[in-house]
């Protein structure tokens, strides 16, 4: 009994020891946001002399926070929604079809998985700059629907992925019982099916989400205007200009952090297991 | 209209939107990219654009930065494999062991996994350079603590301690789904038989953990090898393009250097190494796991 309460008690300390240096850069970021100048030159680890929100006021001006941030949501909302309202779709229609030409659709949805984004961004840009109708303002690139488009273009492979190994055990007979009530394809689909799909439309959700609203590479691209950066690109110029500023960089970087928290600490079992969910398929 | 093929017309209807979406952002541009790969495409227009064979991929070959960058990004993605797994599965092993606070646990450790890897860089950048100078000159470990990311090798190391630290909760997720779906029946019967702790996770747990163990395989080597956003704001290819990955490269080539097609084509290459090792790795794993 003794060695068994030894045993966990070491296991615990492991437990928190890792969990600390988890934390740290954290702590270190956020300590160091108020800290004057003069501290940070002297001391980083300790904690700060006074809670000096300053710096705090100056991030959210220079970066244009809140314009940023409302862009970001904006930009993951609509394309989450999107990606899983046409994916979910395609999946079911692939999956009851089974014919060759859904079958080879769905190969091509797979294997293109395996294609990475830089072999794609040079031509997809010159592509989608043609994709341009001046008399009525309409372009691909510079635009937030510009940007939600390609988002569903990268996002449906792993979605349709994942929407189709969850379809194939849902059983069909409700479907076919509500087909011969008379309902039509699409009342079938979003009154029986896409409800009974909710446990992976939660993963689909989360693992867009988690990379959608991270992405930099894709909007740097896409993005001109300052008025359009979303949090990583306002991070990214901001952090460029401030470096030297180092009190004012973290702060802005605590900003950037405090939304994934927050989403994090409400949805933190659907996370771990939409990413578990996701991963092993 | 028959009733079949309203059917076909509605089955049409439903995969369209995303079908549609899905050639014109990824098929047509990849395409395309194949085609410029082959031509002096200049980044603007591609009409007057001339076929030019392998031209670009002797360039891309010839050039001494890629093959460096190749190298780099090689040895990365190697040491990243071996650490994320062995921290991954050692997290994993921890929060599924009997112990309290769990979820706390698991929860912490998954946190860097949701934050970007741009963000996640420049946190780093503080530590390794402003953090580091100064607890090593606090207790006089100049020689271990020092600004990292003026020196290459301390900078490699760097860009994997931060990669480390990211990616090794994603990893351990997979390891714990895999490790809980082991059945508490055989590791009692085994305990009753005798077998200790370390039997019990070399004989039952290793070999049964063995599919969770492809997928990490397969996470961490296509993540670490496409690694771009830790790469540009942690150390920015620096010192002296010393810590610069494929992804890196190639972007610079077509957006500093405007070498556009050039660019492409050590895309392509890129592309092509990718497929291959996943090809590999998925035909090892899973002939492993049956033999097994």
């Known amino acids: 009994m003794k060695a068994k309460f030894k045993a966990s008690t070491i296991l615990i300390i492991l437990g928190f020891m890792t969990a600390a240096l988890t934390l740290f850069p954290m702590y270190i970021m956020v300590v160091n946001s108020f800290k004057s100048r003069a501290q940070i030159f002297t001391d980083t680890i300790g904690l700060p002399k006074s809670l000096d929100f300053s710096f705090y006021i100056t991030a959210i001006e220079k970066m244009k926070f809140l314009k940023a941030i409302s862009n970001s949501l904006f930009v993951t909302i609509i394309s989450i929604v999107l990606i899983i309202v046409f994916s979910s779709m395609s999946s079911w229609a692939i999956v009851r079809s089974s014919s060759k030409l859904a079958d080879f659709i769905l190969y091509t949805f797979i294997v293109t998985m395996l294609v990475p984004f830089q072999s794609v961004m040079i031509p997809l840009m010159q592509y989608m700059s043609g994709w341009e109708i001046k008399a009525i303002n309409f372009s691909m690139i510079d635009t937030f629907y510009g940007l939600i488009f390609m988002y569903i273009g990268f996002g449906s492979s792993l979605s349709i992925f994942l929407y189709h190994g969850f379809i194939k055990s849902v059983p069909r007979s409700l479907e076919e019982a509500a087909m011969i009530d008379g309902c039509n394809k699409f009342q079938v689909f979003w009154r029986i099916v896409f409800p009974s799909l909710k446990p992976i439309t939660v993963t689909v959700a989360i693992l867009n989400v988690i990379w959608i609203w991270n992405d930099y590479l894709l909007p740097s691209l896409v993005l001109r205007s300052p008025g359009l950066r979303t949090i990583p690109l306002s991070t990214f110029y901001f952090f460029g200009e401030f470096t030297i500023q180092w009190n004012l960089a973290m702060a802005g970087l605590v900003l950037t952090i405090i939304p994934i928290i927050i989403f994090y600490l409400f949805s933190q079992k659907y996370i771990i297991k939409g990413v578990m969910a996701g991963a092993v398929k | ?292």
């Open chain 2, 1 to 292: 209209m028959n009733k079949k093929q309203k059917g076909k017309i509605t089955t049409a209807l439903f995969v369209i939107p995303s079908l549609f979406i899905f050639i014109n952002v990824v098929i047509i541009p990849f395409v395309m990219g194949i085609v410029y790969s082959f031509t002096n495409w200049d980044g603007f227009a591609f009409k007057g654009s001339k076929f030019v064979g392998f031209k670009n991929y002797a360039a891309a070959f010839g050039d001494q930065k890629f093959i460096d960058a190749f190298k780099l990004t090689t040895q990365y993605t190697l040491v990243m494999i071996i650490l994320v797994n062995i921290v991954g599965l050692s997290l994993a092993l921890l929060v599924t062991s009997k112990i309290k606070n769990k979820n706390f646990f698991r929860g912490v450790y998954f946190l860097p996994n949701l934050i970007g890897g741009l963000i996640l860089g420049f946190i780093w950048k503080f530590i390794f350079t402003k953090f580091f100078e100064q607890f090593g000159v606090i207790t006089h470990t100049e020689k271990i603590f020092f600004n990292w990311l003026d020196e290459p090798t301390a900078a490699f190391w760097a860009l994997v301690i931060v990669g480390v630290w990211q990616m090794a909760g994603y990893v351990m997720v997979i390891y714990i789904a895999s490790i809980e779906s082991i059945s508490e029946e055989v590791m009692e019967a085994a305990s009753i038989d005798g077998a200790n702790s370390w039997t019990k996770f070399k004989r039952i747990t290793l070999p049964l953990i063995a599919p969770a163990f492809t997928i990490s395989l397969f996470v961490t080597l296509s993540n670490s090898f496409k690694q771009y956003d830790t790469n540009l704001s942690l150390t920015n290819g620096g010192p002296f393009g010393s810590t610069e990955l494929v992804t890196m490269n190639i972007f610079s080539t077509a957006f500093s250097y405007n070498k556009y097609a050039q660019a492409q084509a050590k895309s392509i290459i890129f592309f092509l190494v990718i497929m291959i090792i996943t090809v590999i790795q998925i035909y090892i794993t899973k002939k492993r796991e049956v033999d097994m």
